[in-house]
């Protein structure tokens, strides 16, 4: 059977149809705010910086060794040691012919003196020294503004901040940036059937797990996070919690209520308070999604079992929380695998089945199902290190095929 985006059920739309729509509706923030350098680390600079000075901002000494004239070199008389020059400690005085000075790295190369030897190659007699190699002129002395000259742009705005830019703006003696400012998110679960940990379980009650998954989703990203707890199925419940995420956030997640059951109120709510798009998205879990507008923020309504909620945050929230940021590559990428089982699917959908995946000797991924894929099995969510990610067009997939898999690593 063959499936293609123009066969889809009316209203229908596949993955990355609804990915498109998502990240062209998503503005990135322009609000800023300045951090210190102990708070910037994975912030999107909002300026930017430029050197408010020469890097290194002296001569200095790559190696330790000895500062002298490679004018003297050309005779064979040994050179005297006048004196040390340490980092943070400069050499007082003028270096004059057939004089050196012992320098460490870092240190100011002595005026007078510009080459260095290092230590290893030189021969010491008392204070006296020769050289055991060659020296080029100019060897091993970095220069003022060899890595940075003032007024040189050296982070443009839109750039995160790793580590190593911690370094370089500290190295400019700056201490503080301006950065994006965080997305606030709001996310709250939905049904009378769930239950806070610790209470006890009446018949027909489930323990609330989404709203765990999607705080430890969230907290990879880097947002503020509001947590709204159970939203009773009421429509004056959830019309208090949406009102709420209006006035906190700038994205509202729920998970759960937005099907077409009596006790979901969900739609009802936004289609008063919002502008929402309701899908059928061709894809297994995670089959109904509602995206859109509320107040001068946005709203995902997510499925309400627990594969689908983490598959559905993954493939949508995801890349639009990302282009919020500021960051450049919102989408999750797909890598080749041998599929190591056979694998059951139906065409119509595209399928992300939880799987197990390796690199072999070679280097080639490889990938063999968890086993059970509904979407209620929350254990194999936690089994598995992959999606494995099969096109709505194939079939029952046999062992030893290539299929498409996402790893987890760095994503949960």
Same mark, same amino acid.
């Not at 194939?394 to 690593?409: K, Q």
């Given at each position: 059977?063959?499936?293609?985006?123009?066969?889809?059920?009316?209203?229908?739309?596949?993955?990355?149809?609804?990915?498109?729509?998502?990240?062209?509706?998503?503005?990135?923030?322009?609000?800023?705010?300045?951090?210190?350098?102990?708070?910037?680390?994975?912030?999107?600079?909002?300026?930017?910086?430029?050197?408010?000075?020469?890097?290194?901002?002296?001569?200095?000494?790559?190696?330790?060794?000895?500062?002298?004239?490679?004018?003297?070199?050309?005779?064979?008389?040994?050179?005297?040691?006048?004196?040390?020059?340490?980092?943070?400690?400069?050499?007082?005085?003028?270096?004059?012919?057939?004089?050196?000075?012992?320098?460490?790295?870092?240190?100011?190369?002595?005026?007078?003196?510009?080459?260095?030897?290092?230590?290893?190659?030189?021969?010491?007699?008392?204070?006296?020294?020769?050289?055991?190699?060659?020296?080029?002129?100019?060897?091993?002395?970095?220069?003022?503004?060899?890595?940075?000259?003032?007024?040189?742009?050296?982070?443009?705005?839109?750039?995160?901040?790793?580590?190593?830019? +911690?370094?370089?703006?500290?190295?400019?003696?700056?201490?503080?940036?301006?950065?994006?400012?965080?997305?606030?998110?709001?996310?709250?679960?939905?049904?009378?059937?769930?239950?806070?940990?610790?209470?006890? +379980?009446?018949?027909?009650?489930?323990?609330?797990?989404?709203?765990?998954?999607?705080?430890?989703?969230?907290?990879?990203?880097?947002?503020?996070?509001?947590?709204?707890?159970?939203?009773?199925?009421?429509?004056?419940?959830?019309?208090?919690?949406?009102?709420?995420?209006?006035?906190?956030?700038?994205?509202?997640?729920?998970?759960?209520?937005?099907?077409?059951?009596?006790?979901?109120?969900?739609?009802?709510?936004?289609?008063?308070?919002?502008?929402?798009?309701?899908?059928?998205?061709?894809?297994?879990?995670?089959?109904?999604?509602?995206?859109?507008?509320?107040?001068?923020?946005?709203?995902?309504?997510?499925?309400?079992?627990?594969?689908?909620?983490?598959?559905?945050?993954?493939?949508?929230?995801?890349?639009?929380?990302?282009?919020?940021?500021?960051?450049?590559?919102?989408?999750?990428?797909?890598?080749?695998?041998?599929?190591?089982?056979?694998?059951?699917?139906?065409?119509?959908?595209?399928?992300?089945?939880?799987?197990?995946?390796?690199?072999?000797?070679?280097?080639?991924?490889?990938?063999?199902?968890?086993?059970?894929?509904?979407?209620?099995?929350?254990?194999?969510?936690?089994?598995?290190?992959?999606?494995?990610?099969?096109?709505?067009?194939?079939?029952?997939?046999?062992?030893?095929?290539?299929?498409?898999?996402?790893?987890?690593?760095?994503?949960?």
């Amino acid at each position: 059977m063959t499936i293609s985006c123009d066969t889809l059920p009316q209203g229908t739309l596949n993955v990355e149809q609804a990915q498109a729509h998502i990240l062209a509706s998503i503005p990135v923030l322009q609000a800023s705010e300045h951090v210190t350098l102990w708070q910037a680390q994975g912030r999107i600079l909002a300026e930017t910086v430029s050197a408010p000075l020469d890097v290194p901002p002296h001569r200095n000494s790559a190696m330790d060794g000895y500062a002298l004239r490679h004018a003297d070199l050309t005779t064979t008389t040994p050179l005297n040691v006048i004196g040390t020059a340490f980092a943070g400690r400069p050499f007082a005085g003028a270096v004059q012919p057939s004089e050196c000075v012992r320098i460490m790295t870092g240190a100011v190369v002595p005026d007078g003196t510009d080459s260095v030897v290092m230590q290893e190659n030189v021969q010491r007699d008392g204070d006296t020294i020769r050289l055991t190699a060659t020296l080029q002129a100019g060897e091993n002395v970095r220069h003022p503004g060899e890595d940075m000259r003032t007024g040189d742009a050296v982070l443009q705005a839109g750039h995160k901040l790793n580590a190593a830019d +911690l370094g370089l703006l500290a190295s400019l003696g700056i201490g503080e940036v301006s950065v994006l400012r965080r997305p606030r998110v709001a996310f709250c679960s939905t049904g009378d059937e769930l239950k806070g940990i610790g209470e006890t +379980l009446q018949p027909g009650d489930i323990y609330d797990s989404n709203r765990y998954t999607l705080y430890g989703l969230l907290q990879k990203l880097d947002v503020e996070i509001i947590d709204l707890g159970v939203v009773k199925d009421t429509p004056e419940a959830v019309e208090h919690a949406f009102q709420q995420a209006m006035q906190l956030a700038d994205i509202l997640i729920t998970s759960g209520g937005v099907s077409v059951g009596e006790a979901d109120y969900v739609a009802a709510t936004l289609q008063r308070l919002g502008q929402v798009n309701f899908w059928k998205i061709a894809m297994k879990p995670g089959k109904p999604l509602a995206f859109g507008t509320l107040g001068q923020g946005f709203f995902f309504g997510l499925p309400g079992n627990p594969v689908s909620v983490m598959a559905t945050f993954l493939l949508f929230l995801r890349p639009a929380i990302l282009r919020m940021r500021g960051e450049s590559v919102p989408v999750v990428p797909e890598y080749p695998a041998i599929c190591d089982t056979p694998l059951k699917k139906a065409a119509g959908r595209k399928d992300y089945q939880r799987g197990i995946c390796q690199r072999d000797a070679s280097g080639q991924w490889r990938v063999s199902s968890t086993g059970g894929q509904g979407s209620h099995i929350l254990r194999s969510m936690s089994q598995a290190n992959c999606f494995i990610a099969l096109p709505l067009e194939w079939g029952n997939v046999e062992a030893g095929t290539t299929v498409s898999i996402i790893p987890f690593e760095g994503l949960l």
